[in-house]
């Protein structure tokens, strides 16, 4: 699939409306011949969050774009953006270290002890 065919997908699904946006979607992951890789979720707003999604189509192109998800009931997820942040991506996997800092109680007896 090009990549103005899968532009045209996101314009769609910003133009017509969530009911649209949820059937397609819903139809093999995210639309006929496409399957979710990848969906992260990033910087939350007062009423939505940007979420990045990466799908593969039937010939195993990848491709990521963004929207903003709402977070109320009230809030409609937002494509408006969609289509113009789309690009084609390639895997990459890289191994990373993390640091987790965590606090503990302090044994209170010892605590006791140095104090007198």
Known sequence: ??????????????DY?????????????WGEGFE?????????????QVITRVIKDDE???WQYSYGRGLT??????????????RQVEKHEETKTVVVTSYRPVNTEN??????
Do not use: F, H, P
């Open 17 to 29: 409306g969530q009911e649209s946006r949820n059937a397609i979607e819903d139809v093999g992951g």
């Open 73 to 86: 009931e009230y809030q409609e997820d937002e494509w408006s953006g969609a289509a113009d942040s789309l």
């Open 60 to 62: 195993g192109k990848l």
């Open 36 to 48: 979710m890789v990848s969906e992260e979720e990033g910087d939350q707003r007062r009423w939505s």
């Open 111 to 116: 605590l006791n002890a140095t104090q007198s």
């Open 1 to 14: 699939m090009q990549y103005e065919e899968v532009k045209t997908l996101l314009v769609l699904a910003a």
